[in-house]
């Protein structure tokens, strides 16, 4: 009975340690695209190049929030929106619009800010 009684401790004291490690890999697991930091900032650029042509060609819409978050919705497209990177650069520049929908005018300023680049 009492053999019984340690091995149960000890497999699951083992179950437990297999799990803490599971989930401190997955939290600390770089991302994919982070190993090739040149495509995910490259991609950045691009992306935040589309929203500012967007918002060069239309005049006077540089400090208008709503315009901003409509130039972040259309430029994910393509290629950005399969890899899915896209969507972490939108949340990133619509976190903070009131700085970005300037900063976006020098788009790898705007990517460095996000911490993309």
Known sequence: ??????????????????????????HTRVPPEAMDRHAYCADCINYASRMD?????????????????YASDVSCR????????CLRYRQAFLDNPEKF??????????CIAIKAC
């Not at 009492?2 to 297999?18: G, N, W």
């Open 101 to 110: 929908m300037f900063d976006i005018e020098v788009p790898s300023q705007a």
């Open 1 to 26: 009975m009492r053999t019984s009684i340690i091995s149960v401790a000890i497999t699951t004291l083992c179950l437990f340690l297999a799990g803490c490690g599971i989930v401190l890999y997955n």
């Open 78 to 85: 393509g290629r950005l929106l399969i890899s899915k990177r």
């Open 53 to 69: 042509d967007m918002i060069r060609r239309t005049d006077g819409v540089r400090g208008n929030k709503q315009f901003f978050r």
